[in-house]
């Protein structure tokens, strides 16, 4: 996911990707638990995503606040 992708999304559309990446790290941490993750730089690549989204939705919220 760019930060160009993440810049141009709204707060609630933020707000449900957060969420969709949370549950995503959750599954593929189940995955690996479990042995059956190929590929373990996804975990890592979906965590950062998520630090993305979570920036800019602060970000966001903020600027409204102020």
């Not at 990446?21 to 599954?27: A, G, S, V, Y």
Request: proline residues 0%; without cysteine; aromatic residues 4%.
């Amino acid at each position: 996911m760019k930060t160009k992708n993440v810049r141009d999304l709204g707060a609630e559309e933020l707000r449900q990707k957060e969420r969709e990446l949370r549950d995503e790290i959750f599954r593929l941490k189940m995955k690996r638990a479990a042995s059956a993750l190929e590929n373990k730089m996804l975990i890592r690549n979906r965590r950062r995503d998520l630090a993305r989204v979570v920036t800019f939705l602060h970000v966001k919220t903020e600027g409204k606040a102020n």
